[in-house]
């Protein structure tokens, strides 16, 4: 593994289902953050964590959940989905050192809820 | 708190023409800035960052950004269109005391033939 990893690369759900997105990265980095992105509003921060056990609520919180068990994993739940929840979701990480918090991306995972 | 505005959703330019993408950005203190480029179906990539250094940064693939702190922007240019350039690009601002960024709502460049 190089860099950030997320799965599944797309999923079709049904409503009313319980969804968990994957997200790995190898960079030992402390911060990881997902977003979704959605036609014309860019990139919107759903949750994000500033090290292994702490997490925090970004702009578009409700209806998903996160946890950081250890450094390398953030994963991503929607506990019941909803196709207001379709969308394109990024994972990312960053605070390597003298990163400046650039954050890194991984390739993304499209959901669709029906 | 911190905000980015990005003038411009949608940018089209010729071949060979000149490429500004306009950033503007608000920070309670002094920030960082980014830009990213999202080519279709794929995750974001850096494309360069001013971190409080040279005013003039240079990224990859020939793009440049400029930091004026009185005028709060950070445009980014490139003097000569690619066709591989069309992609969508984020301006991003870091001012606070935590690793979040961001992220302006992205300006899509199109490069015609």
């Known amino acids: 593994i190089a860099g950030i990893t997320q799965a599944p690369t797309s999923q079709i759900l049904a409503a009313g289902r319980r969804m968990t997105l994957r997200c790995t990265q190898d960079?030992?980095?402390?911060?990881m953050y997902w977003y979704r992105q959605d036609l014309g509003l860019g990139l919107r921060l759903i949750h994000y964590s500033n090290t292994a056990g702490t997490t925090g609520k970004g702009e578009v919180p409700d209806g998903y959940s996160v946890s950081r068990a250890n450094t390398d994993d953030f994963p991503l739940t929607l506990a019941s989905a909803v196709p207001s929840q379709t969308s394109v979701y990024f994972c990312?990480?960053?605070?390597?050192?003298?990163?400046?918090?650039?954050?890194?991306f991984g390739p993304g995972t499209r959901l669709t809820v029906l | 708190a911190q905000s980015v505005t990005q003038l411009g959703s949608h940018v089209s330019v010729s071949e060979g023409a000149l490429v500004l993408l306009r950033c503007n950005y608000s920070s309670s203190v002094p920030p960082y800035l980014f830009w990213y480029v999202q080519y279709p179906n794929q995750g974001l990539q850096l494309l360069l960052k001013?971190?409080?250094?040279?005013?003039l940064v240079k990224g990859i693939n020939g793009f440049e950004a400029e930091f004026k702190k009185s005028e709060t922007s950070f445009h980014l240019t490139k003097p000569s269109a690619h066709m591989s350039d069309a992609a969508e690009y984020f301006c991003?601002?870091?001012?606070?005391?935590?690793?979040?960024?961001?992220f302006g709502k992205g300006t899509l460049l199109t490069v015609n033939p």
């Open positions: 001013y971190t409080s250094a040279a005013t």
């Open positions: 990312a990480s960053s605070g390597g050192p003298h990163s400046y918090n650039e954050q890194f």
């Open positions: 991003a601002v870091w001012g606070g005391s935590n690793y979040k960024l961001t």
């Open positions: 960079m030992r980095h402390n911060a």
